[in-house]
């Protein structure tokens, strides 16, 4: 299984990015799909996830509101949609997948991760 995470880069705070997953090596749709963040000197943690399905979602309290998971399974590709991002969204992203088909956001659910991509967002 990989997955290739795309999409970081440089943003003005109040604006917006998307990022792209794509994965390979598996039944995508089965799988839950997860975006975690980790910051310079921080812990990672779980910012979105996204059921096998599609039909359910959960966000981190912090980007609840900001940030849109969605999955298009024809393309085996899972997005985080990024809306008014502040500075502390700063980090390193990475998608992962799990071995089950729920919402999880602990990452030991998480058994596949992408190699991850920055976002950097300036004030």
């Known amino acids: 299984v990989q997955l290739q995470a795309s999409g970081g880069g440089l943003v003005q705070a109040g604006g917006s990015l998307r990022l792209s997953c794509a994965a390979s090596?598996?039944?995508?749709?089965?799988?839950?799909m997860g975006w975690f963040r980790q910051a310079p000197g921080k812990e990672r943690e779980f910012v979105a996830g996204?059921?096998?399905?599609?039909?359910?979602?959960d966000y981190a309290d912090s980007v609840k509101g900001r940030f849109t998971i969605s999955r298009d399974s024809a393309k085996n590709t899972v997005y985080l949609q990024m809306n008014s991002v502040k500075p502390e969204d700063t980090a390193v992203y990475y998608c992962s997948t799990s071995d089950y088909s729920g919402l999880y956001s602990r990452p030991i659910y998480y058994r596949y991760w992408g190699q991850g991509t920055l976002v950097t967002v300036s004030s």
């Open positions: 996204i059921s096998g399905s599609g039909t359910g979602t």
């Open positions: 090596g598996r039944t995508f749709s089965r799988y839950g």
